[in-house]
């Protein structure tokens, strides 16, 4: 059977009449992205003059803008026997600039869960962006650790329901690595001490590097880039705290008996403006 | 500890998150967290001065 040849497209002068695009990410000094560590009451007005403060003349319709939402990290439990929290779920969602509710818009920045010493590890919080219409751009915060394998599954089950792409965190006293998000905390029984996941796994240039030693913190990522996460902390023994889970949404480490699972790291909202344009 | 608050639903009295700074606004408050509250946690109840553990009750809703 014979391929239909496409006959190209012409205009009246002949010329086949190709377009190139481009999106470019707008710089805001070092970042690329606008970046919100504390809760913030903000609006679109706002946000329109950051941008017209770094480039006037763009229209609203070309103006894409990456909103991405990170929950704060579960802290580790504490115990002979003990898991390490889960990872912040992070979640992003685009609009176009001129598709955004007038009016404000509110940041919530979940605060990372805290552990106790012979305790449970305390979840993470959500992080949020809220709009004037009530539409939320929102990431659920990593859960805490637990002290036994069935609960520490119905958290985990909880977890993947969010979007959680990382493995059972029972199957493994490591604490899983997540592809795309922040790495979870290491476990710990009186026979091993786990280290903690990476974050951003996928991509060996993107990952975040985990506390592999005792109590040692997960990494926190890179604060000029958007996208990118904390990974998780390492479990402790000898009387030690588990390490703390980096920053943004990384997962604290599993605590000795005595000492307080790591606390996991904070979350964060970061805008990255996008912008549409011909190139020719 | 000295930025972080619990973010409350005014009418359940629910804590419904922990915040690093706050934006209080209608139908939800906000209160720092100490020491002292260091072990307070989503689930919670803040009413009368005090906190409580109600966290057996609670049902977490994404909109609060």
Known sequence: MMIPYPSPRRTSSGDPGTLLFRKRVLAFGDFDHIKFTESTLTSKADIVALINGIEVGLDPRQIELRFISIGAGGAGASGASAYGGLAAIPFERSLFLADVDDGDIIIDVGAGGLGTAGDIGNTGSASAVTFANGSMIYSQGGFGGTSDAENQRAFYTLSVGYGAQHADPTLNLDGPSSPYGPGCGGSRTPAYTGAGGFSNNVDVDTAGYPGFGFGEAGSNAPEFIAGRYGAGGASNADGGPGGAGGIPGGAGGAGDAAAAGGEGGRGEVQIQVIVWEIIR | ?64
């Open chain 2, 1 to 64: 500890m000295n930025n972080r608050f619990f973010k409350i639903d005014s009418s359940s009295r629910f804590i419904t998150a922990i915040t690093v700074g706050q934006v209080p606004r209608d139908g939800i408050e906000f209160i720092q967290q100490t020491p002292e509250t260091a072990h307070v946690a989503i689930g919670w109840s803040y009413a009368a001065g005090g906190f409580t553990d109600t966290s057996a009750d609670y049902k977490p809703r994404r909109n609060s």
